[in-house]
């Protein structure tokens, strides 16, 4: 087919279906998408909580302690601890019902969402790691989240193979790593931006390979380098033993002299390494990938609108965050490790052939299940015989077209369409949609989210950020036994927490590293991340560049898709020019 440009039901913008959309359709067996890229993008983040906590009673029967999830206790859900929801006291099973052809699907499957019991946090195989959510395999670790095989890393977000870090952002393979975002294959690197095997260093924004460097930009393979100033090693020791970096203060003034000369950086027009015919940000081992960010792998083909992949995936259209190993999935957020055909589902493993299901693992061919494990040939919850199996999903599909689920907007759900929003658990307020689409609550409302105000925080503080030491050398033991007040102090946006506290292992970790205490609360420390990143959307732009000892003469004229919004103050070039001046 050719392309095409339709109306997107949410935005009522156009948008256009291309021929290889089409082809990708065609092959999964799912008509065309009736919402356009970005909306089909914030609508599936709408179903994802990976950072709003609450404390919430269990509703398990028999069991009454409170538990900390990441749905609120205004939900009326069967909300259990991983431990019981992993365990053999409940039948999953037991839930199920026949397929009621008098009212439509989303409806149906609803209901047996709110009867089947929940994990109150999404943590799986977690070793001394109760507060860790979408995260697999983490050990040691205390709040992270999109998180794969960590150990000993703290606040930490969409990160795999990390060890001893704390508060980084899109990170893979990092030691000894703090405060930094989009890094990978790091030791000892701290205060750090889009860098990837340095060792021992601070304050680098586009460095590759270098060791023992300060205060660097768009360096490779450099060592002794302080401020983009060669020197030799005596003197860069010297030097640095004179900053007093366990000072909050004197990084605070370094983190703004940083800053200054990050925008004075040349900067290029994608973050990427080994890519064929891509495009998009924050891209590592792809081929074939279009419009897609923060994929990082030993192969990844041919995906589009897709975000946050990693390890290895081919024929992904429209899924992330938290997607890999996998292969034609379509619509699907944290789901991967051995998948094959997933349509519209989250948090399922190991699973083929699986449509509209949440938390299902080790299964194959499902549709509309909620929280089966090993089990094949089941429809909401419900046994079957392959054969009567793929008799009713046909029936189905007919009547999720002749009878389609309407929201309150009056938008049209038909098979093919991922989840309604209005159906979700969260709030868009607790949802990473806030992340990365942030709108104001007037807004949220006004196109049919919901929003839930904050309440008031309940913890009392025992003292406030402004007082905390300001060297970490005056900080006691004592501190972990304090509540305290974040400098923000909730007014900053909507999420800030208000306090927070210093564990014991966290304090070991800021020892061991030689950091001041933060003074902000750990949500607050992360929006102060995700203000570093580009947005995840393209514009058609043209390079800056205007060297004269280039090819081209006068400025250059080259085009290509970018992340940096035309609006931005960095100084954006094209792979020819950037390279030119970088390597």
Same mark, same amino acid.
């Given at each position: 087919m050719k392309n095409e440009v339709r109306q997107c039901q949410n935005c009522k913008k156009d948008f256009t279906i291309e021929t290889e959309d089409f082809s990708f359709y065609e092959k999964i067996k799912v008509?065309?998408?009736?919402?356009?890229?970005?909306?089909?993008?914030?609508?599936?983040?709408?179903?994802?909580?990976?950072?709003?906590?609450?404390?919430?009673?269990?509703?398990?029967?028999?069991?009454?302690?409170?538990?900390?999830?990441?749905?609120?206790?205004?939900?009326?859900?069967?909300?259990?601890?991983?431990?019981?929801?992993?365990?053999?006291?409940?039948?999953?099973?037991?839930?199920?019902?026949?397929?009621?052809?008098?009212?439509?699907?989303?409806?149906?499957?609803?209901?047996?969402?709110?009867?089947?019991?929940?994990?109150?946090?999404?943590?799986?195989?977690?070793?001394?790691?109760?507060?860790?959510?979408?995260?697999?395999?983490?050990?040691?670790?205390y709040l992270c989240s999109g998180s794969w095989r960590i150990d000993r890393t703290f606040y930490s977000n969409r990160i795999s193979y990390t060890k001893d870090c704390s508060d980084l952002y899109v990170a893979h393979r990092c030691e000894l790593c703090y405060e930094s975002l989009f890094c990978s294959d790091c030791y000892h690197t701290l205060y750090s931006f889009n860098c990837k095997s340095c060792v021992d260093s601070y304050f680098l924004y586009d460095c590759h390979g270098c060791i023992d460097c300060f205060g660097c930009t768009n360096l490779r393979n450099k060592s002794y380098c302080m401020w983009n100033e060669q020197l030799g090693r005596d003197e860069y020791l010297s030097r640095l033993a004179e900053i007093n970096l366990k000072s909050y203060e004197t990084v605070s003034k370094l983190k703004e002299k940083f800053d200054e000369l990050y925008f004075k950086s040349i900067h290029r027009y994608m973050n990427h390494s080994k890519i064929v015919n891509s495009t998009g940000d924050n891209l590592d081992g792809v081929k074939n990938c279009k419009i897609c960010f923060d994929a990082t792998g030993t192969r990844?083909?041919?995906?589009?609108?897709?975000?946050?992949?990693?390890?290895?995936?081919?024929?992904?259209?429209?899924?992330?965050?938290?997607?890999?190993?996998?292969?034609?999935?379509?619509?699907?957020?944290?789901?991967?490790?051995?998948?094959?055909?997933?349509?519209?589902?989250?948090?399922?493993?190991?699973?083929?052939?699986?449509?509209?299901?949440?938390?299902?693992?080790?299964?194959?061919?499902?549709?509309?299940? /909620?929280?089966?494990?090993?089990?094949?040939?089941?429809?909401?919850?419900?046994?079957?015989?392959?054969?009567?199996?793929?008799?009713?999903?046909?029936?189905?599909?007919?009547?999720?077209?002749?009878?389609?689920?309407?929201?309150?907007?009056?938008? /049209?759900?038909?098979?093919?369409?991922?989840?309604?929003?209005?159906?979700?658990?969260?709030?868009?307020?607790?949802?990473?949609?806030?992340?990365?689409?942030?709108?104001?609550?007037?807004?949220?409302?006004?196109?049919?989210?919901?929003?839930?105000?904050?309440?008031?925080?309940?913890?009392?503080?025992?003292?406030?950020?402004?007082?905390?030491?300001?060297?970490?050398?005056?900080?006691?033991?004592?501190?972990?036994?304090?509540?305290?007040?974040?400098?923000?102090?909730?007014?900053?946006?909507?999420?800030?927490?208000?306090?927070?506290?210093?564990?014991e292992n966290e304090l070991n970790l800021y020892r061991q590293l030689g950091v001041p205490l933060p003074c902000l609360c750990f949500i607050c420390r992360h929006e102060a991340r995700l203000r570093k990143r580009n947005p995840m959307k393209l514009w058609h732009r043209v390079c800056m560049c205007d060297k004269l000892n280039h090819e081209h003469n006068g400025k250059c004229q080259n085009e290509f898709e970018t992340a940096y919004p035309p609006n931005r103050p960095e100084t954006i070039y094209c792979e020819n020019c950037y390279n030119k001046e970088v390597y």
């Open positions: 008509p065309a998408p009736t919402f356009c890229p970005e909306c089909r993008t914030v609508r599936r983040l709408c179903w994802r909580n990976e950072m709003s906590f609450f404390r919430r009673k269990c509703n398990v029967s028999g069991h009454d302690e409170i538990l900390i999830s990441f749905i609120h206790p205004d939900e009326k859900l069967n909300v259990c601890d991983s431990q019981y929801w992993w365990g053999d006291e409940w039948n999953p099973l037991s839930y199920g019902k026949p397929y009621d052809f008098s009212k439509p699907f989303f409806e149906q499957w609803k209901e047996l969402r709110n009867s089947v019991p929940i994990q109150c946090l999404s943590n799986i195989k977690a070793t001394n790691s109760d507060y860790c959510n979408v995260a697999e395999g983490s050990k040691d670790s990844i083909d041919d995906c589009k609108y897709s975000h946050w992949i990693a390890l290895q995936a081919k024929d992904l259209y429209d899924s992330g965050p938290g997607v890999g190993e996998g292969e034609m999935m379509y619509e699907v957020f944290d789901t991967g490790i051995g998948n094959y055909r997933n349509l519209f589902t989250s948090v399922v493993y190991s699973s083929h052939n699986i449509e509209y299901s949440f938390n299902c693992h080790g299964c194959s061919d499902l549709f509309g299940c /909620i929280g089966l494990r090993s089990k094949k040939y089941c429809i909401l919850n419900k046994q079957y015989i392959k054969e009567s199996f793929d008799e009713l999903r046909t029936k189905i599909i007919k009547h999720m077209m002749d009878m389609p689920y309407v929201d309150k907007r009056g938008i /049209i759900y038909k098979y093919g369409e991922f989840f309604p929003v209005e159906l979700s658990t969260f709030a868009y307020n607790e949802t990473v949609a806030l992340d990365y689409f942030p709108i104001t609550k007037e807004e949220a409302l006004k196109k049919g989210y919901r929003w839930r105000d904050k309440k008031v925080s309940e913890y009392v503080t025992t003292m406030q950020a402004e007082d905390l030491p300001d060297d970490l050398k005056d900080v006691s033991n004592s501190i972990t036994g304090e509540i305290i007040g974040c400098l923000h102090k909730g007014k900053c946006q909507e999420r800030c927490l208000g306090a927070y506290k210093i564990t």
